[in-house]
């Protein structure tokens, strides 16, 4: 903790104050030991007055210790440590207080490495700080690369260009987002936040009441109000008591969001990275099986006894404080069924667009749907009458939302496949699976299937046939899924499943990289070469594999006539897909230095893709498109998917019809 304070107040004076100049030199060096073992060599020629620590300190609580690393490698392993030498000085530094370990004039690094082969390059960085008398720079890396065939080493740099030296690969600054060519968009076609915020508040609002619904929370209604009632003083004090418990049930499922406030300040795009993250979407599918067992009845998950019943002792203590932890009671008792409803409110807010605001405003709608009968009974204590008693009505709930629950875990599982590129869940499986629970759901509804918990059925309820002639029409629609499109050859996508299922191009039969059929790039820098040698305009894509909204654009808005013939005539699309969890080359992968948010370590295809969104146009949402000529000119705004226009459609089509226009002019 120390030595984060220590760092934050330099950090902090330093970037109001002092200007980062280069310090150091680096230089790179081969020397062969034996067959296929080399000495790698670093050496730093550090500037006059200043100083680099040395990889080993007397305290963790001073500066950042030079660190050298390799990247990770098949074929070259290090053996041993990293050794150092040079100009090594033990002297008491001022900026830290303390006696520290560092190289002034010049310092020398070196590592053995044993290799397998001689085809590939070895990358690693350097990371290390260093300061004079009276300031410290920033932490750097330096990115290196050796080839051992030439014998020799070098800086890492970002991007080469023919006789333009070097130029940054996610900023690009012939891009000018004040300047476009022509405005081809209005206020309408513009991301419409607080439209899509009321949006979120009531689907979280719809998933409360569904939560209402469950044997958790339902019988907890009147149980609940009976005791603020009756165990007041007065009536009055009781209703009080019922609304600050609502409020307090309202506030808990706002707090659950706090933490990922603080997670959105780290980097514009680590919640939508967090959302498409792998391992996270295989334990929501593995969470969700268990839960979906649990809905059927097989057996019942709580939390540890031991802490709700701290939680329940604490209820006791007289007061506001007591009536928050009833609250809190509640909330912890009812996860069994609450849980997997807010793990679905929670996968599917977590994205760029909107940032964590939209889990708040999704998790402020839950607590509200929870909250309200409470607060409402109270004050009506009447209307408690007129609630339905609970019983076998109430476990029918609990295995429909099982088989929810069931149907939406192969959903993250999908996740998972499409941004790791595992070809496990294409369409055919995946439209499969949701066949068979849907087809289960119904012969249940009908009653021609029975769970442990269930009470006998005597006559089907008009409702409960309504649901299932429901739930029998919707399994024949995913039947259609199958039909073969022979304008795009491959299947016909669903609409009404856009963005839960697999892209219907994502295919063991009829395969198709590219949606509608289109020809497409997924590399910004081919399909920038393509576009100069054709002559056309550029249609770039920011999309997802688990963007439901880009699914939405591409299978009703690209269908078409009109705009599919001017993406596929008159544009060069490239679809950058800014979740795709794909490695790059070893030696592609860098740490490269953010306008806003420091140091990013750029590992994957989708990483990299991302940073070129944010850096370049200042957004991380998807779908996002923008209209470029081939030297990297913007020629019209941006333009997001807003579901609450009009006619995006419409929109759509005239946004690439002004871009044309917008080309013809910058060519003349």
């Known amino acids: 903790m120390k030595r984060l304070l220590s760092i934050s107040l330099f950090l902090i004076t330093l970037l109001s104050t002092a200007q980062v100049s280069k310090v150091v030199n680096w230089s790179f060096d081969v020397e062969k030991k034996g067959d296929l073992e080399y000495n790698l060599k670093i050496h730093?020629?550090?500037?006059?007055?200043?100083?680099?620590?040395?990889?080993?300190?007397?305290?963790?609580?001073?500066?950042?210790?030079?660190?050298?690393?390799?990247?990770?490698?098949?074929?070259?392993?290090?053996?041993?440590?990293?050794?150092?030498?040079?100009?090594?000085?033990?002297?008491?530094?001022?900026?830290?207080?303390?006696?520290?370990?560092?190289?002034?004039?010049?310092?020398?690094?070196?590592?053995?490495?044993?290799?397998?082969?001689?085809?590939s390059l070895v990358t690693g960085y350097v990371y290390f700080m260093v300061c004079d008398d009276k300031q410290c720079l920033p932490p750097e890396y330096i990115d290196f690369i050796y080839d051992l065939n030439k014998g020799k080493g070098w800086i890492k740099k970002l991007i080469a260009t023919d006789n333009q030296g070097f130029i940054d690969?996610?900023?690009?600054?012939?891009?000018?987002?004040?300047?476009?060519?022509?405005?081809?968009?209005?206020?309408?076609t513009k991301p419409a936040s607080d439209n899509d915020m009321f949006d979120l508040f009531w689907l979280g609002f719809l998933g409360g009441l569904i939560a209402l619904l469950t044997p958790c929370v339902f019988p907890m209604i009147p149980l609940t109000v009976s005791f603020f009632t009756k165990g007041s003083k007065d009536k009055k004090k009781g209703i009080a008591n019922a609304?600050?418990?609502?409020?307090?049930?309202?506030?808990?499922?706002?707090?659950?969001?706090?933490?990922?406030?603080?997670?959105?300040?780290?980097?514009?795009?680590?919640?939508?990275?967090?959302?498409?993250?792998?391992?996270?979407?295989?334990?929501?599918?593995?969470?969700?099986?268990?839960?979906?067992?649990?809905?059927?009845?097989?057996?019942?998950?709580?939390?540890?006894?031991?802490?709700?019943?701290?939680?329940?002792?604490?209820?006791?203590?007289?007061g506001i404080i007591g009536i928050f932890f009833m609250a809190l009671t509640l909330a912890l008792v009812s996860f069994s069924?609450?849980?997997?409803?807010?793990?679905?409110?929670?996968?599917?807010?977590?994205?760029?667009?909107?940032?964590?605001?939209?889990?708040?405003?999704?998790?402020?709608?839950?607590?509200?749907?929870?909250?309200?009968?409470?607060?409402?009974?109270?004050?009506?204590?009447?209307?408690?009458?007129?609630?339905?008693?609970?019983?076998?009505?109430?476990?029918?709930?609990?295995?429909?939302?099982?088989?929810?629950?069931?149907?939406?875990?192969?959903?993250?599982?999908?996740?998972?496949d499409l941004v790791s590129h595992w070809g496990i869940l294409k369409i055919e499986v995946f439209l499969g699976i949701w066949i068979i629970c849907g087809a289960g759901l119904t012969l249940y509804l009908f009653g021609k299937m029975k769970f442990p918990h269930d009470s006998p059925i005597k006559k089907l309820s008009g409702l409960r046939i309504l649901l299932g002639v429901t739930s029998l029409a919707f399994v024949v629609y995913m039947a259609t899924g199958f039909r073969l499109n022979k304008e795009t050859t491959t299947y016909e996508p669903l609409t009404l499943l856009s963005g839960l299922a697999p892209s219907a191009g994502y295919s063991w039969f009829y395969p198709s990289d590219c949606p509608q059929g289109f020809n497409c790039f997924k590399d910004y820098y081919e399909g920038l070469e393509f576009a100069k040698q054709v002559d056309k305009p550029i249609l770039l894509d920011f999309t997802g594999y688990a963007c439901v909204n880009c699914r939405l654009v591409e299978e009703t808005v690209w269908p078409n006539p009109a705009v599919?013939?001017?993406?596929?005539?008159?544009?060069?699309?490239i679809s950058l897909y800014v979740d795709d969890k794909k490695e790059l080359p070893v030696a592609d992968q860098m740490n490269y230095q953010t306008k806003s948010f420091g140091v990013k370590r750029i590992k994957t295809i989708g990483e990299k893709w991302a940073t070129l969104q944010t850096e370049t146009f200042g957004n991380n949402s998807q779908p996002w498109y923008c209209l470029l000529t081939p030297d990297e000119v913007l020629l019209s705004a941006p333009m997001g998917y807003n579901p609450e226009s009009d006619d995006y459609v419409k929109d759509y089509e005239e946004f690439l019809k002004c871009g044309l226009e917008a080309y013809q002019k910058v060519k003349k």
Not at 290 to 306: N, Q
Request: proline share 4%; with cysteine; net charge negative.
């Open 337 to 416: 069924c609450t849980g997997p409803i807010l793990g679905s409110l929670l996968a599917g807010s977590l994205s760029g667009d909107g940032g964590a605001m939209q889990l708040t405003v999704g998790m402020g709608g839950f607590g509200f749907a929870l909250a309200l009968p409470f607060a409402l009974f109270a004050a009506f204590p009447g209307w408690l009458n007129s609630l339905p008693r609970s019983g076998g009505w109430l476990n029918s709930v609990k295995v429909v939302l099982g088989f929810a629950e069931l149907a939406l875990a192969f959903k993250f599982l999908s996740n998972a």
């Open 169 to 188: 690969p996610f900023n690009r600054s012939s891009i000018d987002l004040k300047n476009p060519v022509a405005d081809c968009t209005n206020n309408d």
């Open 564 to 573: 599919k013939k001017l993406i596929g005539d008159d544009y060069v699309l």
């Open 243 to 318: 609304f600050i418990y609502g409020s307090f049930i309202f506030l808990i499922y706002l707090l659950l969001s706090l933490p990922f406030h603080l997670m959105d300040q780290v980097s514009p795009d680590i919640l939508n990275s967090i959302s498409t993250n792998v391992w996270l979407n295989v334990f929501f599918f593995v969470i969700f099986i268990v839960f979906a067992i649990s809905f059927f009845g097989y057996y019942e998950i709580t939390l540890p006894s031991k802490f709700t019943n701290k939680m329940d002792s604490a209820s006791n203590v007289g």
């Open 44 to 119: 730093a020629d550090i500037k006059e007055n200043w100083h680099l620590y040395s990889q080993k300190l007397e305290s963790d609580e001073g500066p950042i210790a030079t660190e050298i690393m390799l990247n990770k490698h098949d074929f070259a392993k290090m053996v041993g440590e990293v050794s150092e030498s040079g100009e090594l000085h033990h002297e008491f530094d001022p900026n830290f207080d303390m006696e520290l370990s560092f190289f002034g004039n010049h310092a020398d690094f070196s590592m053995n490495i044993k290799v397998d082969h001689l085809d």
